[in-house]
């Protein structure tokens, strides 16, 4: 069954269920700057995450449902943050000057993975989750983007744009053995994995403007349409 979450007032991007399944977090535009929200799953109530209102965007809760690791910009820097699920004093992870973005938690939850163009281009980077220990995860020349950890904690998903244009690929999460590309794009993005950890769903842009779901193994099959 289909419910609608949030209202058609305002937009409201990037949702991430919590693993519970109770709540989903996301990026409400209402009022003007990005911010992030909680809305009940059962009630349809919605608040915000943080008390100050900053700009804040990009939420993915730890594997036990107790933070959030997200974005927000303060002064000129956008850093990853992390804060209890039920709200609080956030912990600032990263200070690097540029974007740091796309936070997501390892399946134990002690490791972050996450996007930054602190080295002038987007890339993979990945830090433990108290925020020590940053290093860069990817060196393939290309712009790296939007990772997530796979269930089993061996591979990292990412979307990688190039001049062939944009293309799902995985990686090591010891970075070992660089990229291993699954997709052919050209315009591939927004891949998240199924439980097993052998497959990925990704949305895929035609042509024509019309997107359409599919999905790969990590075996190289030719991708499928789902929806």
Do not use: C
């Not at 693993?19 to 809305?39: D, K, N, Q, W, Y």
């Not at 927000?72 to 540029?98: E, F, K, W």
């Amino acid at each position: 069954n289909q419910a609608n979450l949030t209202t058609a007032d305002a937009f409201a991007i990037t949702p991430r269920l919590s693993p519970g399944a109770e709540t989903v977090a996301f990026t409400s535009f209402a009022g003007g700057t990005p911010h992030i929200r909680l809305v009940d799953v059962a009630s349809g109530k919605a608040r915000p995450l943080l008390v100050n209102r900053a700009m804040s965007f990009s939420p993915n809760f730890s594997p036990d449902g107790q933070r959030i690791a997200f974005s927000m910009l303060q002064g000129i820097n956008t850093d990853i943050y992390v804060v209890g699920s039920g709200g609080g004093a956030a912990q600032r992870l990263t200070s690097a000057p540029g974007i740091d973005t796309s936070p997501s938690f390892s399946p134990d939850g002690s490791r972050i993975v996450f996007e930054s163009d602190r080295s002038g281009s987007p890339q993979l980077y990945i830090m433990n989750a108290d925020g020590s220990a940053q290093r860069r995860l990817a060196f393939g020349g290309a712009w790296y983007s939007a990772p997530e950890w796979s269930p089993d904690g061996k591979w990292i998903t990412f979307t990688r744009r190039a001049t062939d244009g944009r293309r799902i690929g995985v990686i090591a999460a010891d970075g070992s053995g660089g990229d291993k590309m699954l997709t052919r794009g050209p315009a591939d993005e927004g891949s998240r994995w199924a439980p097993s950890s052998r497959e990925l769903v990704f949305q895929r842009t035609a042509p024509d403007g019309r997107n359409a779901i599919f999905r790969v193994s990590l075996d190289g099959e030719e991708p499928r349409p789902v929806a």
